[in-house]
Each structure stands twice: as C-alpha cells, then as structure tokens.
C-alpha cells in the first residue's frame, strides 16, 4: 500500500503577513517639517556714539606717611592703633630708653670733666698773664698757655654737643606724630626690635583725599593729566567732580596696568577705604554716529561675529557677519556689516539655522477671564432612581 501524499500549501494568513511586510517596506517616511520659532527682532539704526568707560577706584589720603623711630631699640609700648584719629604731637610708641639714658649720663660726666680742665687752663692763663706784665716769663710761655686754654675749651664744646646730641637720641624713643591724621596701619608690635627707620605705624595725613584707579594701556588716553571726570561713591548717591592730577609714567610689573590719581574738588570728603566709580568724558567724537546692537544679538561663526537677520518676505532667517569695533555698554559696536533698515534677531539666536521660518514674537497680554456675575442659587436636582431589570 503506497501511502498518500498531501501537498503542503501555505496557509492564507501567512501571505497576507508576507504582502503587509513588502508594502511596509516599500513605505517613504516622510521628514518633520522645521519647526516654526518665535524671535525678538529690532529694526537696525545709525545713534549718536558716546563711548562711556567706567573704572573701579579706592578713596586714599593725598599724603600717607610712613612713621619710624629714628633710633633703634625693643618696641615696649605702643599707643596707636588702627583707625584711631590722632593729633599732631601725640606720642604713638615708645622704645626701651635704658640704655640711652645711660649713654646721656656719660656724655654729661665728660662735660663736667672737659669744664674742669677749661676752668683749670684758664686759670693757669690768668696767672702767667700777670707773670709775663711782670717779666718772669717770655712770651712763648704765655703762648703755650693760651694754647692749653682754647683745647680745653673746644673739648669742651665737643663733649657740650656729644650730650645734646646723646639727649635728642634718648628723645627719640619716643614716636611722635608730626602731623595730624588717621592711622591706617600699623607694622609692628611691642617686644619687636626694630633698627632706625623701620616703619612702625602708617598715617593719612588730613587734607585732599585722592580717588586711585588702574587704566589698562589702551586706555591711556581717555585719563591724560587734566581731563575731568566724575566719582560716584557706590556707598552714596552724590556724584563728584574730579580732574586727573597724576598718571604712572610706568606700568606696574604684574598687572601691566598704569596708576591714576584723581583729584576731588569741593570740601565734602568721602571716607578713606571707599570704593569709587571713576567716569571720564565721552570718548566718542563730538557729533559721531554709530550701528549699535544687544550684545545678545552676536554670535560666534569661525573667527568672527555674525548675527540673524530677519527676510520679511519669505520670514526666514539668514546669517550676516559683521565686524565689530567697540562696546558701549551693554551694546556692541558695529563697525561694518549691517546697514539702517535691517531687521536683526535679539533672542534666540543659538537655536535658529539659515533658511528657518521664523515668527515675530509679540508680548501679548493675557485678557482677563470675564467676570461671574452671581445669582440666585438653584435648587439642587432632584434624585434619580435606578431600576435594575433582571
């Protein structure tokens, strides 16, 4: 018996998935449309072109000075202290006098001894004056004599000086302030020893308070000796004139920046310490007009700025590079690039591409939801019941 053969054939189903796959392939996904953005654009114009520059400055004494004993010694007392307003002859610190009191008294010993030695010559010269009217002597011996006498006098005078000078050294121990002011530092402490001229305290002498600033080089010229500026304290509202009085011939060695002195007029004094904004004249030509735009509106393609201007025929966007010259402000100065008329994007300038539709953002204000004007109130609805059927 030959068994039976049954032909295998392919269900329905199975070819129905097979066709659904090959259209599936042959499917285009069709691409996203661009998204349509929202921008905040302006109209570009020409403006008056008044560069303002704006340094940062620190009120300080005219004169600042740097007081020191004139002697050296063990610092044992010190009345100054920081911020402490003090008079002209007042004593600030006092070094150990022990040992020049000592040296005082030595040098009045040998005054006393160069004394009696002078009185002794000229007693001696006396008498050989009377001998020599009588003839008992020559005159080389009185000569002799007078001799002795003018040495003993000049060791005298010598030893006279040695002790006023050894008194003013004991007086030195003493700091005194020769000048009245603030103290503003103080550089050493008692129980320090300190030789001649070390500075021991430091002193703003009271008179015209100076503003100090720093110019970069390339704005050495906005600050030429003379040129007037206005100084605003940031801890007041007051504005006060001012003129350059000096600028460093020199650069300092690590900033590379150079020290300008502004000179305040009038009587009112801001306090010492204080922080100034230092403000010249325009630096802009009298007259001179310049494209000025956000800074918000820049952005960086390759080595130079370029910014979005707005096409209002088909409302897409296009890069244009510009050339920029200067800031002023908060805005930058165009040297070349755009020209008045031009529409240029301000925001959202990091999210467009060339060729975007874009849309003009308008600051659109909310209406307010109208009113509910209340009324009587409604008897709540009756209840409804429910059959259930079997």
């Known amino acids: 018996?030959?068994?039976?053969?049954?032909?295998?054939?392919?269900?329905?189903?199975?070819?129905?998935?097979?066709?659904?796959?090959?259209?599936?392939?042959?499917?285009?996904?069709?691409?996203?449309?661009?998204?349509?953005?929202?921008?905040?654009?302006?109209?570009?114009?020409?403006?008056?072109?008044?560069?303002?520059?704006?340094?940062?400055?620190?009120?300080?004494?005219?004169?600042?000075?740097?007081?020191?004993f004139r002697v050296?010694?063990?610092?044992?007392?010190?009345?100054?202290?920081?911020?402490?307003?003090?008079?002209?002859?007042?004593?600030?610190?006092?070094?150990?006098?022990?040992?020049?009191?000592?040296?005082?008294?030595?040098?009045?010993?040998?005054?006393?001894?160069?004394?009696?030695?002078?009185?002794?010559?000229?007693?001696d010269f006396k008498r050989y004056v009377a001998l020599r009217d009588e003839n008992f002597i020559s005159g080389a011996e009185l000569e002799r004599r007078e001799s002795t006498l003018k040495a003993a006098q000049a060791q005298l005078d010598q030893a006279q000086a040695q002790l006023a000078?050894?008194?003013?050294?004991?007086?030195?121990?003493?700091?005194?302030?020769?000048?009245?002011?603030?103290?503003?530092?103080?550089?050493?402490?008692?129980?320090?020893?300190?030789?001649?001229?070390?500075?021991?305290?430091?002193?703003?002498?009271?008179?015209?308070?100076?503003?100090?600033?720093?110019?970069?080089?390339?704005?050495?010229?906005?600050?030429?000796?003379?040129?007037?500026?206005?100084?605003?304290?940031?801890?007041?509202?007051?504005?006060?004139a001012g003129r350059v009085r000096e600028v460093a011939a020199s650069a300092d060695p690590v900033t590379r920046t150079y020290s300008v002195k502004v000179s305040l007029a009038g009587s009112s004094q801001p306090p010492l310490g204080a922080t100034a904004a230092v403000l010249p004249q325009a630096t802009g030509p009298a007259g001179a007009t310049a494209i000025r735009i956000p800074t918000s509106a820049l952005r960086q393609v390759g080595q130079g700025s370029a910014v979005w201007v707005l096409d209002r025929q088909t409302m897409t966007v296009q890069v244009q590079p510009v050339e920029v010259a200067s800031a002023d402000g908060n805005e930058a100065v165009i040297a070349a690039g755009l020209a008045p008329g031009m529409q240029v994007v301000s925001a959202g300038v990091h999210v467009l591409a060339p060729g975007q539709k874009v849309t003009v953002w308008q600051d659109k204000t909310s209406a307010a939801p109208p009113m509910a004007i209340p009324g009587p109130a409604l008897p709540p609805p009756a209840p409804t019941l429910t059959t259930a059927t079997r």
């Open 165 to 240: 000078a050894q008194g003013n050294q004991a007086r030195y121990t003493n700091l005194v302030a020769d000048v009245s002011g603030v103290i503003t530092a103080v550089e050493a402490e008692p129980g320090q020893v300190v030789v001649a001229g070390t500075p021991v305290v430091r002193i703003a002498v009271d008179g015209p308070r100076d503003v100090q600033f720093a110019v970069p080089e390339d704005k050495l010229g906005v600050v030429r000796p003379g040129t007037e500026v206005a100084v605003k304290v940031w801890a007041g509202s007051e504005t006060l």
């Open 1 to 68: 018996m030959h068994p039976i053969q049954i032909p295998r054939q392919a269900p329905l189903w199975s070819a129905i998935l097979l066709a659904i796959a090959v259209l599936a392939g042959c499917a285009r996904t069709e691409a996203q449309p661009e998204p349509v953005r929202a921008v905040k654009v302006f109209t570009v114009a020409a403006a008056g072109l008044t560069l303002q520059q704006e340094f940062a400055g620190e009120v300080r004494p005219r004169t600042e000075s740097r007081l020191g």
């Open 72 to 123: 050296g010694g063990k610092i044992i007392q010190r009345q100054a202290e920081v911020g402490q307003q003090v008079k002209a002859g007042a004593v600030l610190a006092q070094l150990d006098p022990q040992d020049y009191r000592l040296a005082t008294e030595a040098a009045r010993a040998q005054v006393a001894a160069a004394r009696t030695n002078r009185d002794l010559a000229a007693a």
